[in-house]
């Protein structure tokens, strides 16, 4: 995965607020930044329009600093006053990840999720294998619901008879989200599945190199 694309995806997952990534922005020295600082100090409920949201992440993601000091960057702005989702727990990608007790370290860790799909399809077998595979064509297809994020069950369920695979069980999902290979996302109205964005890669590799056990 491309270094600005990770970074996007771990601003959106993290970073809700427009004044938290004001003070990333500001935390990275870049000059973008400044011509809102007037704004975010006079007023407490200040917010970037739609377009300047999507362009502040843009200039975060794309910005020339070191991968250390981005790290330190979205630290200091979560200890000093960031209000990070924890929807999706963790971050495990191939330069950054994110733990609720180490914070956001600069580390691949593609390796652990590659070894962490290996035991859950050694504890699950075909059922897991065909979960997994099921959420990531979903994804690869464009299934993911733009509002929410994941993919539906319904849609999970279909994509797994079409695979030939079985319905997943209670234990299933339970030890997928042991694993932090899974995630209910969505709303309590409209929930939605996930794997992380940034372990889809790795997911893939793994289940293709079981694929014919299955």
């Not at 180490?102 to 699950?124: I, P």
């Amino acid at each position: 995965m491309e270094i600005t694309n990770e970074r996007k995806i771990l601003l959106d997952r993290f970073f809700w607020r427009d004044r938290d990534l004001y003070a990333i922005g500001k935390a990275c020295r870049i000059p973008w930044f400044d011509k809102f600082a007037e704004k975010f100090a006079r007023d407490t409920y200040a917010y970037f329009s739609s377009q300047e949201k999507v362009e502040a992440i843009e200039k975060i993601a794309t910005n020339n600093i070191s991968e250390q000091e981005f790290v330190n960057a979205l630290n200091y702005v979560k200890e000093k006053e960031a209000s990070i989702s924890l929807e999706i727990d963790r971050f495990r990608g191939e330069r950054y990840s994110f733990d609720p007790d180490e914070g956001f370290r600069n580390e691949d860790q593609q390796l652990v999720v590659k070894e962490d799909v290996e035991h859950a399809l050694g504890e699950l077998g075909e059922r897991g294998y065909r979960f997994l595979q099921a959420v990531v064509n979903l994804y690869r297809a464009g299934k993911s619901d733009r509002a929410y994020g994941g993919v539906t069950w319904a849609d999970i369920l279909a994509e797994i008879r079409e695979l030939g695979g079985q319905y997943p069980s209670p234990r299933d999902i339970a030890i997928l989200k042991s694993y932090k290979l899974y995630y209910k996302t969505g709303s309590r109205r409209y929930p939605t599945h996930t794997i992380p964005e940034e372990i889809i890669e790795v997911v893939e590799t793994a289940l293709k190199e079981r694929k014919s056990k299955y």
